[in-house]
């Protein structure tokens, strides 16, 4: 869940059960009626609920004797997040995996089929260790909205003058139908596709926007940006309605969203879906990822990034077969990093490593981040890779947090895979990410 | 051990807010960055150091003091305070720098509920002590770089207690006149704290600038805040002062925290006030290196703000953190302006021409552009 969320209207609430199956019921209860409440349809809160059925079920097996069970559910305006926090003995998130397959001949594996199941009711699916030696298992899953494509725009008219604001609900909505009608050839998150998830996502203040508009009320351009993890926003846009050149319609969009964000925790600013109107003078270009579209057709998309305070320096873990790479890169960036190799010396280690997955289905994309490493690296890439070519895939990315050590160990089965290092983004995670790409379409 | 209740102690308002980091020391930024010196040009520090009375008490000081609390009311500073201004010495209130007497103030008049006015581009400070005590802060934008009266006042409800005016505003450098000051003044009509912050007093020299402290005894809602850190070079002494109304000192000293500041700044204040000499060498240094960057500047082609105090903001075709991190390979380190809602710009702290050389030569470097 976003840190830097500038809203306050999220809708929580919680329940904290023992770890036993005779509390399955009002687990079930609660997530079903606390789904609902929250604005998902019945279908949507039926999934939820299964999900919750399953892991219940699946925890009370593992967790320790008197131990609890804590489901949190929060709104967040276009989505729901449900974290469930709790302690376990042993807990094989193996299963975790969307390759992972399961055998009906072993009864240990078929416990683990109930995680599986529940990771497919949802949208995304996190898993993480935290400090106070807890599981935090984090399900979002998404509301549905109705596409809106082909209703009408209305004209932009001539702009005089304008001012830059925040817009009112039917505002945003027509600025997603504005960007939708002038830029349908360009690329940007199919989220704007739907204007009323766009309200919703800035109603839940994980996401902002401001709008140029006149007296008389005509929108002539728009930016949008997102409060995302750790200390980044991202901004999409400007997009410009009106091309009165005269206007500045574009800079002023800028100027007035870096001005926005400039005074929260917010660390740094990404644009990955620059549009013509985009001035590279406010920001740095990070570098340039190649997506293919279904007829194999490649594109070049930069990575904008502006740093919005003074670099502090920080140190980060780097695996040795990215250092160079990283050397370079920090170097071109002006960027003071002390890098400090990992390295395997035979420490034992987990059996399993695990990896999630988002899949963004616009640009037939999925990206891989870990969950945990384990002997099985190299053999899991491998599935995960097959999946993908099956499921037809085309742009395959990893993310490697160089804040965690970790997430080094990966890069070995990374570069054997064709994977290359392919941008920087500058405290992106907990240190800076490096975001990798699989060169060339999966054979 | 983990603290499990911590995040419930906390309140909202902390919640959103991120603590201020500051700049490593220059020993940890010269090893960041691969350089061997540093030219600090981004807090506006007075590069000639205190005055030489100052300086000889600083050097001076006996060890065997340190062991013996300070006057915890800063007594004989803010009796030769009074001695200068005609005040009493009760209607000064002496911190640990001005930005302990900004959160005095606002401790003392605001309550759940109630707002403070400034402007968006401006000392952050204001705002930031604000927000993190859990008020409101309304933020007027600038028009023409010059704090916005009509705006300030349009914004003023019910629960409005303190209206912050940088005079001159710094980065802008813009100020009101005692005209303008006056008709503000009249027209709140003692119904709030007006508060003019005066960091950057001693380096006007403009006839039409007001003098905050002459108008305490018109106007008894107005506090005045001045520092030791700018003109009088003791900002690692860490000491400022608010003047006002005695019955509005009174209430402000309520809030106030007595020994917060130590004897060496005491004492190194009491003889820098006295020192009229250091102000004119100070103002001769910027009037020198202010002509020398303006017509720099203009040769590079990079438009730039520049009025009073001892900086100067210069906008930039670029990032300016990306400019800060290009510079600083070459150790000169200057003030990114995005925190100040000024993207792309930079402030510069007018200051040896040394260092102003090296800046002008690193910086068309950095742009790449040609005078």
Known sequence: MSQLSKGNLENRSSITLPSSKAFLSPAISFAEKTAIALGLDNREAMAVTLAIE?????????TFENQVIEIIFSGRGHYIAIEIVFSAEKLNIRAFNITSAISPDDETEMEEMGLLIASRFVDRLRVNYSEDKKYRMLLIKEKAYPDSAEEPVPSVGNLDNFEIRTPNPEELKLLSRH??????????????????????????????AMIASDSKGHIGGGIIWHYSEGKTVECWGPYVFDHNPGLGLAGRLLEDCIAAVAKTPA???????????????YFELLGTLEIADSSGNTREIPSWYRQLNEDLGASIWAPSEIEHYLRLEYDRLFLPREIRLVRYDGESDNLFSVLSVDFDRSSDSATMHPVQAGRDIAENLRNHLQLFMKESVNNLFFEMDLGIYWHSYFAPALVSEGFIPRLILPYGGKGDIVVFQRGGIPE | MTFSALERLIPDYIRRFEAYI???????????????RIFRLNNNENPLGPPIEAQRIISGFPPVKASIYPSGDVYYLRQKLADLTGLHPDQFLVGNGANEVIAFVIKAFCREGDNIITADKTFAVYEWVAEFSGFEARLAPLINFEFDDEKMLSMVDERTKILFICNPNNPTGTYWSLDKLSRFMDRINGSRIVVIDEAYFEFVEKEDFPDGIKLIKRYPNLVVFRTMSKMYGLAGLRIGYLAGDREVVDVIRRTCVVYSVNTVAQEAACAAIMDTGHIEKTREMVKRGRDFLE?????????????????????????????????????????????????NYIRVTVSHMEYLEAFIERLSTVINREK
């Open chain 2, 22 to 36: 500051p700049s490593k020391p220059d020993d940890e930024l010269k090893k960041l960055y691969g350089c061997n």
């Open chain 2, 295 to 343: 017509k720099e500047l203009s040769l590079l082609k990079l438009p730039f703000v520049s009025n009073e105090g001892n900086y100067i903001m210069v906008k930039l075709p670029m990032s300016d953190s990306l400019a800060y991190r290009k510079l600083m390979k070459h150790g000169i380190m200057v003030r990114t302006m995005t925190g100040f809602r000024f993207p």
């Open chain 1, 179 to 208: 960007i939708q009608y002038h830029y349908r050839d360009a690329f940007f998150p199919s989220a704007l596709h739907y204007p009323g998830k766009l309200v919703d996502m800035v109603n839940g203040g994980e996401y902002a």
């Open chain 1, 54 to 62: 399953e892991i219940f079920t699946y925890l009370c097996g593992i």
């Open chain 1, 267 to 281: 660390i740094s600013l990404l644009n990955r879906y620059p549009v013509e109107e985009f001035s590279g003078d």
